[in-house]
């Protein structure tokens, strides 16, 4: 008799290291922030907040420590990637 099993697949997930981040950097690049540049050629407001979220995203990236690790929920608790 066969018994069927189902695999979980692997996914990616971005993880953020908030421990280390350079705050005050971040909060300078954030402050410095022109927001009719957002705006750029149309007043839509979900181009503009588009615009904004794409600055904000890149800025925050840059200065949290994150990376993209693989999930994989089969593995055993003791199997590390190291």
């Not at 990616?12 to 922030?33: C, G, M, P, Q």
């Not at 503009?48 to 929920?73: C, E, G, L, Q």
Request: aromatic share 14%; with cysteine.
């Amino acid at each position: 008799m066969k018994i069927p099993y189902y695999k979980q697949k692997s996914f990616k997930r971005h993880i953020w290291d908030f421990s280390n981040i350079n705050i005050a950097e971040l909060n300078e690049e954030l402050s410095n922030l022109n927001c009719e540049n957002c705006e750029r050629e149309n007043n839509r407001i979900g181009d503009v907040y588009k615009n904004w979220f794409d600055y904000f995203y890149s800025t925050v990236k840059k200065h949290i420590p994150n990376r993209i690790v693989a999930i994989r929920p089969n593995d055993k608790p003791w199997m590390t990637s190291a």
